[in-house]
C-alpha cells in the first residue's frame, strides 16, 4: 500500500504551512520534491526551505528530474502525454525508495484542487501492483493570497465569479455569466485581448514572498505597467507565478 498524501503549501511562504501540512509532512516517510531545471531553480529551494523549516523527523527528502512537456504537439495532447511521463517518473522514484509500501507526500503549489494537476496524475500512477490510497491536504491558494494582499472581497455582493485561464480568456472573451473574472496560468498577458473599459485590474506576483509585487488601477491605465514590470521580473528572477483579478463595474 503506497498512502499519497498531496500537501497543498501556498504560494511560496513557509508561513502559509497549515499545521495539517505540518504534520502530513512529518509522519511521511519519503518526500519527493521535482526539479524543473535552472529556469526554476528557486522553486526547489523554496521547497527545501519549507522541508528544512518543517521537518523534524527522520523524513527521506528525494529529489527527482521532472520531465519536460513537449513543444511539438498540440497544447492538449502535449499536457497528456506529459502527465503519462511524471506519473512514470514518480513511480520510479516510488520503486526505488519505497518498495514495499509506505507513506508518500509531494508538496503542491497552492491547493491541490485548483489548476493543479497532482490530483489527475495520481490517477495514473501504477507502482508494481501495489495499492494506491490518496490523501489530500489543503493549502492556501494564489487567488485568496491576492486578495488578502489588496485586501478586496472575491466577489461582489451576491454575484458569481468565474476563475479561468489566461488561453480561455483569449479564446472566448469576457462571459455575460460573470462580473469578476480571475485569470490563472497567464503566460501572454491575456487582459490585452479584452476590451479594457470600466475594468479594474487587480494583479500580483509572488504573492507574500518577499520580492511580492501588487499592482492595482483601471485596466486602461495600469496594463502596459503590468506588461513591464512582469517581463522585467521574470528576467531577473528566471521565472514568476502570477494571478490577477479582474471585475468590471456598472453590473
Known amino acids: 500500500m503506497i498512502d499519497l498524501h498531496l500537501i497543498g503549501i501556498g504560494t511560496g511562504n513557509p508561513d502559509h ?15 519527493l520534491l521535482p526539479r524543473k531545471g535552472d529556469r526554476k531553480s528557486d522553486l526547489i529551494d523554496l521547497r527545501r526551505l519549507i522541508c528544512g523549516i518543517a521537518l523534524t523527523s527522520a523524513t527521506r527528502v528525494v529529489e527527482f528530474d521532472l520531465p519536460e512537456r513537449s513543444a511539438d504537439l498540440p497544447y492538449i ?29 509531494l508538496l503542491v503549489w497552492g491547493d491541490p484542487s485548483l489548476y493543479d494537476s497532482t490530483l489527475r496524475i495520481t490517477e495514473r500512477l501504477r507502482v508494481n501492483g501495489m ?11 494564489s487567488i485568496q493570497a491576492l486578495t488578502a494582499a489588496h ?25 455575460d455569466a460573470a462580473d469578476t473574472l480571475v485569470v490563472m496560468l497567464d503566460g501572454n498577458c491575456a487582459f490585452r485581448a479584452i476590451e479594457p473599459e470600466q475594468i479594474t485590474i487587480w494583479w500580483g506576483a509572488y504573492l507574500a514572498m518577499p520580492q511580492e509585487a ?20 521574470r528576467q531577473r528572477h528566471r521565472w514568476i507565478m502570477d494571478v490577477y483579478l479582474m471585475r468590471k463595474s456598472g453590473r
Open 214 to 233: 501588487l499592482i492595482q488601477g483601471a485596466l486602461t491605465e495600469v496594463a502596459d505597467t503590468i506588461v513591464e514590470i512582469r517581463a522585467a521580473l
Open 77 to 105: 495532447d502535449a499536457v497528456h502525454g506529459w502527465h503519462d511521463a511524471i506519473a512514470e517518473a514518480w513511480a520510479a522514484q516510488i520503486a526505488a525508495h519505497l518498495p514495499g509500501g509506505g507513506k508518500l507526500a
Open 17 to 31: 504551512l497549515t499545521l495539517a501540512a505540518i504534520k502530513a509532512m512529518n509522519a511521511a516517510d519519503l518526500i
Open 131 to 141: 495499492a494506491l490510497r490518496t490523501h489530500v491536504v489543503p493549502g492556501i491558494t
Open 151 to 175: 485586501g478586496i472581497p472575491l466577489n461582489t455582493l451576491a454575484s458569481p465569479v468565474l476563475i479561468t485561464t489566461g488561453r480561455r480568456l483569449c479564446e472566448d472573451g469576457w462571459p
